[in-house]
């Protein structure tokens, strides 16, 4: 458990860790997401659309062109069209990685443009579905593989794939909570008391602190 909560930790850090317009583009898909997904509580339910809706409405400008995207994403004859964007945005997820993390983003809003034809449920199960149908193939495909120290040639390796697959759905996992997860640490910050740090010299210092000293 404490290893968990420590790898949590990490990516977390790793997800906060990032240009600054990337930050500020991460937080406008979390709220969106995560407004999306509580909405899901309320009947009838919202869909991804109406978060911005009724945000214009409240605001008083026109919301007659979402209206329109609206009608238009949830014909029929294009309940196909968004099942395979459902799957693109689980496809999506499986390349996010701790340096392109960007994928996250636009695999959330693949599946928000999915939801908006198919709804909420089925777009978030096939981009789940996707996601760890990908995984398992790709482990599948590296079990028969043997892994050599003097290879050198791109292989799978089991354990590899398992930690990028989890380290890809922990950082997908938090982009609907990016926003609120940093307002809270915001909040709490002034008032949590931290251990001292121990400074460890560098080995590159250590060895330039011994050339200074004079010896008699």
């Excluded at 026109?62 to 949830?74: D, F, M, S, T």
């Excluded at 050599?148 to 089991?158: A, E, H, K």
């Excluded at 890809?168 to 002034?190: H, K």
Aim: some cysteine; hydrophobic content about 55%; glycine content about 6%.
């Amino acid at each position: 458990m404490r290893t968990l909560r420590r790898e949590l930790a990490r990516i977390w850090a790793v997800a906060t860790d990032r240009p600054r317009w990337q930050l500020v583009f991460a937080c406008v898909v979390s709220v969106w997401t995560f407004a999306w997904v509580v909405g899901q509580g309320i009947a009838p339910p919202m869909s991804p659309l109406e978060v911005p809706k009724a945000l214009l409405d409240w605001a008083g400008a026109p919301v007659g062109w979402l209206e329109a995207a609206e009608a238009w994403a949830r014909d029929p004859s294009r309940w196909w069209v968004f099942s395979v964007l459902a799957v693109c945005g689980g496809l999506l997820w499986c390349a996010t990685t701790e340096r392109a993390q960007l994928t996250a983003l636009f695999g959330w809003l693949t599946v928000l443009a999915a939801a908006e034809g198919i709804g909420y449920h089925p777009a978030i199960f096939r981009a789940v579905i996707a996601m760890a149908a990908f995984i398992t193939l790709l482990w599948l495909l590296s079990l028969p593989g043997k892994v050599s120290v003097m290879n050198n040639r791109i292989t799978l390796v089991p354990r590899d794939v398992i930690r990028a697959g989890a380290t890809a759905a922990a950082m997908a996992a938090m982009v609907p909570l990016l926003a609120l997860g940093l307002v809270v640490i915001r909040l709490v910050r002034p008032y949590v008391t931290r251990p001292p740090k121990v400074v460890v010299p560098r080995a590159r210092e250590a060895a330039e602190q011994q050339k200074t000293l004079v010896r008699d």
